[in-house]
């Protein structure tokens, strides 16, 4: 967000999602921020809420990803995990599981051994998506 003087007027500038907005020729400060203002209002009603996907799209996209990175024992491994979570959980959007769901399912874990691989495995999805 800026705002200077020109030689002749005032411009502002400034940046939403990665798309420059501009405006120049204001006779005094006060209208450019207002002007900018009146930009932002209207750039926020054209913008569309990000949709999400659901948690089995983004397991997806990664095992497919996985199936040609990793041994075929890996992936079968990370297949299984992605699945139980599925049953424990259902297939919700991804955004909307938290740390605390998480935890809930990895409490469900037989072993020390297997909470920590389950963790893993989970903690790279995310980290992809």
Known sequence: MACWKLKKGWRYEFERAGVRYTGSGYPTKAKALAAQEERKKTCAQGEKAPQGMAFSEVAGLYLDWSEKRHAKKTFEY??????????????????????????????????????????KELSSLFTFA
Do not use: E, W
Not at 94 to 99: E, F, L, N, S, V
């Open 78 to 119: 990370k297949r299984m995990v992605f699945r139980r979570f599925i049953s424990f959980n259902g297939d919700q959007d991804i955004r909307g599981i938290t740390p605390a769901i998480l935890h809930r399912y990895l409490n469900t874990r037989a072993t020390n051994h297997n909470y920590n691989v389950h963790r």
